[in-house]
């Protein structure tokens, strides 16, 4: 060998063992995520661009969110690849015995969160993070958001990359670049879109810049915010609709343009769906009482007294507007609660060891058209919401394209949106850590040829509260539940 191709040959063993090399010839992801998206939604009239992603993209036909079906629960196991059962957060509204009496934490405020961290010592979230992984691996998880601070933070809650909320960005030094580069928010929000559009800037600033993360997300708060204030399929819900799903057309544009369409993968996909609402009943003043603290649909009885708990269950499953309710298993791995009638938060990857209540409770819900014509109405008070355990708020969108991923294929495999960490890890040879909880969808990946798994449905039943599962290479997924 001369010397020129000996000089040749060692620069390229460099090249294949330069990180920034390696970075360079792999596609990066991005992950849009559309907060509250029902996908009844996605047609060509009222979302014309995410319409035509969806044609060219592969569909997880049977996608769940994870329940309880919260932002806040879904943010932290897209986070941590895990069910609440291990990253510890259980619903948007917190309580955490022996930390503040009977303070319920709201998860919604980072600010609340970080209160809760120090508390805890840093525990937080009780499992590692997907955004750790990366870091390990050399590479950065970044987050994009127009949401509440805490949506944010809990999608790479550890510091192991930056966030780019307007109420929030990290680390705290990044702040006046992104001011100087897109502007401060504070300044700039003149209405209620301007802040999906400041995001939508800030990730076009620095998910494509040299040093631009590996994997990004950007989750657009509508159309769950239009939808809490007007209900499902108001003018309000279509015109965020339309809103959301132009500024997706701007990634589009940009991501599937002929320099950048090979380089790019796209997942899309919602946190939960949602539901109309027609009941009068408040939970929490049902139960109100000394030897109560109630944070949502969770109900914790003060020195676990067993008496006092199942009296509260006997009463609550009098009531025409409870739905199935939960309590702690039986014996440990059993689908039966220990409270007769009630299914075991073991059934539901809801049994963390520390922060799960006595109680967790639904309300009732129907297949019956709701204001508008869309399916779905539950006996919650308000307009129309999430957090329930029906198919209409289980069930959600979701759509992967680019060179990693199959085109124009269709999966009736069950998914979930805790699988996303564990599957883009694997999409990168990236070691998926023990502590994840999410299926890897290797059957989306454009290298895949193995046989389609055996899928099972499962029904877990202590009447009158009725589990309906599917299971898949071990995994379980909840499909909806009921009362009989």
């Known amino acids: 060998m001369n010397w020129k191709k000996m000089i040749w040959a060692l620069g390229m063993m460099a090249c294949a063992a330069s990180p920034s090399a390696?970075?360079?010839?792999?596609?990066?992801?991005?992950?849009?995520?559309?907060?509250?998206?029902?996908?009844?939604?996605?047609?060509?009239?009222?979302?014309?661009?995410?319409?035509?992603?969806?044609?060219q993209a592969t569909y997880g036909a049977k996608n769940h969110s994870v329940f309880p079906t919260y932002t806040r629960v879904n943010s932290a196991s897209f986070g941590t690849g895990a069910y609440p059962q291990k990253h510890g957060i259980m619903g948007n509204e917190l309580h955490v015995p022996g930390t503040t009496g009977d303070r319920v934490f709201q998860t919604g405020d980072a600010r609340e969160l970080s209160t809760l961290d120090s508390l805890t010592q840093g525990g937080l979230i009780t499992v590692p993070t997907f955004g750790e992984a990366l870091q390990a691996a050399g590479h950065e998880f970044m987050v994009f958001s127009s949401g509440?601070?805490?949506?944010?933070?809990?999608?790479?809650?550890?510091?192991?990359g930056r966030i780019v909320n307007p109420g929030l960005i990290l680390p705290h030094t990044f702040r006046e670049e992104v001011y100087s580069a897109i502007g401060?928010?504070?300044?700039?929000?003149?209405?209620?879109?301007?802040?999906?559009?400041?995001?939508?800037?800030?990730?076009?600033?620095?998910?494509?810049?040299?040093?631009?993360?590996?994997?990004?997300?950007?989750?657009?708060?509508?159309?769950?915010?239009?939808?809490?204030?007007?209900?499902?399929?108001?003018?309000?819900?279509?015109?965020?609709?339309?809103?959301?799903?132009?500024?997706?057309g701007r990634l589009l544009d940009t991501l599937w343009s002929p320099d950048l369409k090979n380089r790019f993968n796209i997942i899309v996909t919602a946190d939960h769906g949602f539901i109309a609402y027609q009941g009068q009943q408040k939970l929490q003043e049902y139960v109100k009482a000394d030897d109560?603290?109630?944070?949502?649909?969770?109900?914790?009885?003060?020195?676990?007294?067993?008496?006092?708990?199942?009296?509260?269950?006997?009463?609550?499953?009098?009531?025409?507007?409870?739905?199935?309710?939960?309590?702690?298993?039986?014996?440990?791995?059993?689908?039966?609660?220990?409270?007769?009638?009630?299914?075991?938060?073991?059934?539901i990857h809801w049994n963390h060891p520390t922060r799960a209540a006595d109680i967790l409770v639904t309300y009732k819900w129907y297949d019956q058209p709701g204001p508008r014509g869309y399916r779905g109405v539950a006996e919650n008070p308000g307009v129309a919401g999430h957090g329930g355990i029906s198919p209409f708020e289980i069930k959600t969108p979701l759509f992967f394209a680019g060179p990693s991923y199959k085109p124009r294929t269709v999966s009736n495999l069950?998914?979930?949106?805790?699988?996303?960490?564990?599957?883009?890890?694997?999409?990168?040879?990236?070691?998926?850590?023990?502590?994840?909880?999410?299926?890897?969808?290797?059957?989306?990946?454009?290298?895949?040829?193995?046989?389609?798994?055996?899928?099972?449905?499962?029904?877990?039943?202590?009447?009158?509260s009725t589990i309906y599962r599917s299971s898949v290479q071990g995994k379980r997924y909840i499909d909806y539940g009921q009362t009989h």
């Open 414 to 464: 069950p998914s979930s949106f805790v699988d996303l960490a564990p599957t883009i890890l694997a999409s990168y040879g990236i070691a998926v850590p023990t502590t994840m909880d999410g299926r890897i969808l290797s059957e989306v990946f454009a290298t895949d040829q193995s046989q389609t798994p055996e899928v099972r449905q499962e029904v877990v039943e202590n009447a009158p």
């Open 292 to 347: 109560v603290v109630s944070a949502e649909g969770a109900i914790f009885v003060k020195g676990h007294n067993q008496t006092r708990i199942r009296q509260i269950v006997q009463q609550l499953q009098q009531e025409s507007w409870v739905g199935p309710i939960f309590t702690r298993a039986k014996h440990s791995g059993s689908d039966e609660g220990w409270v007769p009638g009630t299914v075991s938060f073991d059934a």
């Open 184 to 248: 401060n928010p504070q300044q700039v929000l003149s209405d209620a879109y301007t802040g999906h559009h400041w995001v939508t800037d800030a990730f076009l600033t620095y998910g494509l810049a040299a040093d631009a993360p590996l994997v990004s997300s950007i989750w657009y708060a509508e159309p769950d915010g239009a939808q809490h204030r007007s209900g499902i399929g108001s003018s309000r819900a279509l015109a965020a609709l339309t809103m959301v799903d132009s500024l997706f």
């Open 22 to 55: 390696a970075r360079a010839e792999q596609p990066r992801t991005l992950i849009v995520i559309f907060d509250g998206l029902r996908e009844d939604y996605i047609n060509e009239s009222q979302m014309p661009h995410l319409h035509r992603f969806t044609q």
């Open 148 to 160: 509440s601070t805490g949506q944010a933070l809990l999608q790479n809650p550890r510091g192991a």
